[in-house]
């Protein structure tokens, strides 16, 4: 059975390093070509940046294959042996805690030259040194916190009941539930600042938008993004009485009224037509098939690493294993993911602020977040959440050359 993991593992890291090289080489080629949705400056670097992430992304995967074959050779056998690991709630948990600081320790490098080179580089990033460690230091604590709980949890689950995969799978989704309630009010304001947007015709425009859709929320905001990152962007989070309107600072300096507020209605779109819920199905689906899948896994499998099948092996060999099997089930939400932003779209577009914001919007967004309008059909196939720019602006009845005919690039 090991045998069989190992080859299915090699197979899931050389497919997304092959997907990386086939958008290194595809976005290569495009950038020798005539421009699309931007000038030809902002074009070449926004295709430069792309095949920077890629790169960073082809080394950061064989890092994570190395690990991985280090950890099933004798990374858990040596963590074993260092806490003398049993089936009790404590040894459990000192193994995890271990397996996951070794883990978050080789994953801090790419994190501290995504911040603070590349995407300084592109313009990005506003991240200090200090920023950067008080962030680390809160997750450290909120994981600490929370991690204690969670994981004593699903390791007791795991030791009392032979089906532990059915019942570690209802845990599961009733913390994904509970973290959307609270995260907007209480996990959310410990990293940003989340300030009332002021009173004025804005604010009233979409109380009158969300109104329109049966949407009650705690309120609308603005979030001090600009204090890390100059993209763009907005959002709904939360549900029932936590569901609140985030607008990024960077987004309100960027567009106008009508076109924030034909973002807004794109997202409104997203409310009226359940998609939190339908991405909610999708991602029980996935864990159901997940928790299925690991929870039968033979014992065979533990002796064969040298292990004992305690509570703790059981779900680090989860948290290696769970990636590959997502990876596969990813075209299928891309896709369903990909018409429902279509769905979103068409309503945005027939709210009274029309598809001529929501272009102009998506077209700032595109060139102020350095967005390439391109890519390799691999990567739209497994990656792509959301349709291909120059595909959603064409369902939006606009083409290239009609946007340049209109002066849109006055925008950018």
Do not use: C
């Amino acid at each position: 059975m090991l045998e069989i993991i190992v080859i299915a593992y090699t197979f899931y890291t050389l497919l997304k390093v092959y997907i990386s090289v086939m958008q290194i080489g595809f976005v290569s080629n495009e950038i020798t070509k005539e421009p699309v949705l931007m000038d030809k400056e902002k074009f070449v670097q926004a295709g430069k940046y792309t095949i920077s992430k890629e790169r960073s992304s082809i080394v950061g995967n064989l890092v994570d294959y190395l690990f991985f074959i280090a950890w099933i050779s004798f990374g858990f056998k040596m963590l074993l042996d260092g806490f003398g690991i049993d089936n009790s709630i404590l040894s459990s948990l000192l193994f995890l805690f271990g397996f996951i600081t070794v883990n978050w320790i080789v994953g801090l490098p790419f994190e501290i030259y995504q911040a603070f080179k590349l995407d300084k580089d592109y313009g990005f990033s506003e991240m200090t040194p200090k920023l950067f460690i008080l962030d680390q230091l809160k997750s450290i604590a909120i994981f600490l916190i929370l991690g204690v709980g969670l994981f004593s949890l699903f390791i007791w689950i795991i030791s009392s009941f032979e089906n532990w995969w059915l019942w570690s799978f209802v845990l599961m989704m009733s913390i994904i539930f509970l973290a959307n309630v609270i995260y907007p009010t209480v996990i959310a304001p410990l990293f940003n600042k989340f300030s009332p947007l002021e009173d004025g015709e804005l604010k009233n425009k979409i109380e009158s938008l969300m109104s329109g859709v049966g949407l009650e929320s705690n309120g609308i905001f603005t979030m001090d993004a600009s204090k890390r990152d100059n993209r763009l962007n907005a959002y709904f989070a939360g549900m029932g009485k936590s569901k609140r309107v985030v607008l990024f600072d960077t987004l309100i300096k960027k567009l106008s009224s009508d076109e924030l507020l034909a973002v807004l209605g794109h997202e409104l779109g997203h409310f009226l037509h359940g998609d939190i819920w339908k991405n909610m199905a999708m991602i029980a689906v996935l864990l159901f098939g997940a928790f299925f899948i690991i929870g039968n896994l033979p014992e065979s499998l533990y002796f064969e690493m040298g292990l004992e099948a305690h509570a703790g092996v059981k779900i680090a060999i989860m948290m290696m294993i769970f990636p590959l099997i997502s990876f596969f089930f990813l075209p299928i939400m891309s896709l369903m993911s990909r018409h429902n932003e279509y769905e979103a779209d068409k309503y945005a577009s027939s709210q009274s602020t029309g598809a001529s914001n929501l272009v102009n919007a998506l077209i700032k967004l595109v060139g102020e977040n350095k967005s390439f309008p391109k890519s390799h059909p691999l990567v739209i196939f497994f990656f792509y959440s959301h349709p291909p720019i120059l595909e959603r602006l064409k369902a939006l009845g606009y083409e290239d050359k009609l946007l340049e005919k209109e002066g849109i690039f006055s925008y950018l």
